[in-house]
């Protein structure tokens, strides 16, 4: 008789489970997120330099170089805890020239360019994490900001 309940209770929750995941969710009101990567005269940057994201939501990070150099964008640790969708590389004229899918731990971003990663967070951090640049010299003028995934 257990066996027969349980089974049921299994078939119950099969049934369930459809209607509980039904859509994709990675692609649902994405919301964009633009890092900008720049320098001044007080040195590099990322801007804004704090970052929230909320586990389940579908974010578009609009990586942003404003600058005349190189620049790119690690997610450091908190790549553990985002599902990378796919990144996209379009040209001037708005033609992709790449889509990029699977784990991906940075981005370069060429001077003066534009990237968007695609990013669905599923692991909330303790602790604010670092998102920064790993180029020789740029986190140590400034480039890394943190980011909190609630």
């Known amino acids: ?14 049934h369930a489970v459809p209607a509980l995941a039904e859509g994709d969710l990675s692609r649902a009101n994405v919301i964009d997120v633009t890092i900008e990567m720049g320098s001044n005269d007080s040195g590099m940057y990322l801007k804004p330099d704090h970052y ?10 609009v990586l942003v170089n404003v600058d ?12 553990e805890r985002v599902f990378t969708r796919k990144i996209e590389i379009e040209d001037d004229k ?4 790449a889509e990029i899918k ?21 692991q909330t951090t303790d602790e604010p994490v670092e998102i920064t640049c790993e180029l020789p010299g740029h986190y140590d003028s400034g480039m890394h900001a943190s980011a909190v995934i609630k």
């Open 1 to 14: 008789m257990k066996t027969l309940i349980a089974a049921t209770a299994v078939l119950a929750l099969a």
């Open 52 to 61: 929230e994201f909320v586990t389940g939501q579908a974010y578009k990070l």
């Open 68 to 79: 005349e150099i190189k620049h790119e964008i690690s997610l450091n640790e908190m790549v």
């Open 94 to 97: 708005g033609d992709l020239v």
């Open 102 to 122: 699977g784990s991906v731990r940075e981005v370069e971003v060429g001077a003066g360019k534009t990237v968007e990663w695609f990013i669905v967070p599923v």
